[in-house]
């Protein structure tokens, strides 16, 4: 039973435009979310992070927002740059609230393509 | 380059044996993580080690053992292994023992025959 989910495996923008990365949850202990980037034959690096007690945070070109009643995290990226092309992973954990596992839990990732 | 360094890069071996996985975490991190992700799957948590001692416990078969040594770099040793196995393996470190910025090495690709 997957915990965190990315339904969408694949998504192509144009550069310049604004990507939007989707992520739900169904575990309500989760309380910290992270997304990563992985580009081919690396490992993910991490992009960007929000708490549950925050609805946003920013980073450059970079915006996560959390709707906690929807159990639904959401990555922005504004302009998308073709260095953008990657797999987004989102995970979480519920680390403020503890519940004795300090694990993160992963989605399945979306490929993300800007197109130039 | 994230600091996080692992060995070997690809590993080819037959069903029934066993190897062994290196990771060596950033310089003043303390807590090491290793991830399985299969084909068309997420990472998948196997174990944590925070200075030598298990912290935390995946989704880790028991064919599958860890340790972190006084040094701090980290072994995953995986036995009696099957097809299903095969994987890419991820060592992620972290400076504390809480949910925080892990940092990933390049990973392990593994390939039972």
């Known amino acids: 039973d997957q915990q965190v989910k990315q339904n969408s495996p694949s998504l192509s923008v144009q550069e310049g435009r604004i990507s939007i990365l989707n992520c739900d949850y169904t575990?309500?202990?989760?309380?910290?979310f992270l997304w990563y980037k992985k580009y081919p034959a690396e490992g993910p690096t991490f992009l960007i992070s929000?708490?549950?007690?925050?609805d946003k945070n920013e980073d450059g070109r970079f915006t996560v927002f959390l709707n906690k009643s929807a159990k639904h995290l959401s990555l922005h990226i504004v302009p998308s740059q073709p260095g953008d092309s990657a797999v987004y992973f989102c995970?979480?954990?519920?680390?403020?609230?503890?519940?004795?596992?300090?694990?993160?839990?992963f989605g399945k990732g979306t490929k993300l393509s800007v197109i130039p | 380059d994230s600091g996080v360094t692992q060995t070997p890069k690809h590993l080819i071996t037959a069903t029934g044996q066993r190897v062994t996985l290196r990771c060596s975490p950033r310089?003043?991190?303390?807590?090491v993580y290793w991830y399985q992700q299969s084909l068309d799957q997420g990472l998948q948590f196997l174990i944590q080690?925070?200075?030598?001692?298990?912290?935390a416990k995946g989704n880790i078969l028991e064919r599958f053992s860890a340790q972190q040594f006084p040094d701090l770099h980290s072994e995953l040793n995986l036995s009696s292994l099957e097809l299903g196995d095969s994987a890419l393996y991820f060592c992620?470190?972290?400076?504390?023992?809480?949910?925080?910025?892990?940092?990933f090495g390049p990973g392990t690709r593994l390939t039972v025959l």
């Open positions: 929000i708490s549950s007690i925050k």
């Open positions: 992620a470190s972290s400076v504390a023992w809480v949910i925080d910025e892990q940092f």
């Open positions: 575990n309500s202990m989760f309380d910290y």
């Open positions: 310089s003043g991190d303390l807590s």
């Open positions: 080690y925070y200075n030598g001692e298990e912290r």
């Open positions: 995970a979480a954990s519920p680390r403020i609230s503890g519940a004795g596992s300090y694990q993160l839990t």
